[in-house]
């Protein structure tokens, strides 16, 4: 199982080697800007690099939304995603799931999302990514993340699943049950992000923390971790210092 993190853009392998992460993932422009990914410096040494990388994709993607503009807006952005993660040999873009209008149901928001990976070319997968709270939220339990999986399935873009620790635990989900769950549904999970959350479970509120150190159950969150089976990466407090004694942490707990 690889293990590493979510890591600053401008030098994304020495903050690798910094923290020993065996795995990477990084913003390729403003998460909180519409802005599309400018052209990068060290395009070559990222794509020839032997790290895994995953690229997150803005936070203000909502492929779910009613708003038809805002949804126009991020199919734009989550295609130029694609193409610059294409470009650094990318092996996932994570993308949240979004959220609809208040008193809107679930499936308006999962046939959005299909219209927006109808049209999206790539051959870099986009990873949906649970959501963290809300009760407007396409994708916070996993029941609804499984209907968005089926919902998917027929069309031709590749796509995956990635599963937040700290997402499922303020979404009141049992850690260790979701993830055994969606496997048996969906057959695979492609990504975990590791954190620890500030705040109880099912408080709705994305706040993470450094592992161990928070509200979750550490046993509880090793052993998620090891049924997901699939790369891992925190996206924790503290920069090098504070991930770095993250992955340490996992390393003592899990089977190499």
């Not at 850690?175 to 954190?195: P, Q, W």
């Amino acid at each position: 199982m690889l293990l590493g993190a979510h890591v600053p853009a401008a030098d994304p392998l020495a903050a690798a080697r910094d923290r020993e992460a065996e795995v990477i993932q990084i913003f390729l422009s403003s998460p909180r800007q519409w802005a599309p990914p400018k052209p990068r410096a060290n395009l070559e040494e990222v794509r020839d690099s032997p790290l895994p990388v995953y690229v997150h994709s803005p936070y203000l993607l909502n492929l779910a939304a009613a708003d038809p503009t805002v949804r126009a807006r991020s199919r734009e952005l989550l295609q130029a995603t694609c193409h610059a993660a294409a470009d650094i040999g990318a092996d996932g873009v994570v993308v949240h799931g979004g959220q609809v209008s208040k008193g809107e149901e679930d499936a308006i928001g999962i046939t959005r999302w299909v219209e927006a990976l109808r049209r999206l070319e790539t051959r870099v997968p986009v990873l949906l990514e649970d959501t963290a709270g809300g009760p407007s939220a396409v994708a916070r339990r996993t029941d609804q993340l499984a209907r968005l999986w089926e919902a998917l399935s027929p069309l031709a873009v590749p796509f995956g699943l990635c599963l937040d620790t700290c997402h499922l635990h303020a979404a009141g989900e049992d850690l260790v049950e979701a993830t055994t769950r969606l496997k048996a549904l969906i057959g695979r999970i492609d990504l975990v992000h590791v954190n620890d959350s500030r705040d109880a479970a099912g408080s709705g509120r994305d706040r993470h923390e450094n592992l161990g150190e928070g509200q979750l159950d550490p046993d509880t969150l090793v052993e998620a971790v090891r049924v997901a089976d699939a790369p891992a990466v925190v996206e924790t407090p503290g920069d090098t210092a504070g991930q770095a004694a993250d992955l340490a942490w996992l390393r003592r707990r899990l089977p190499r």
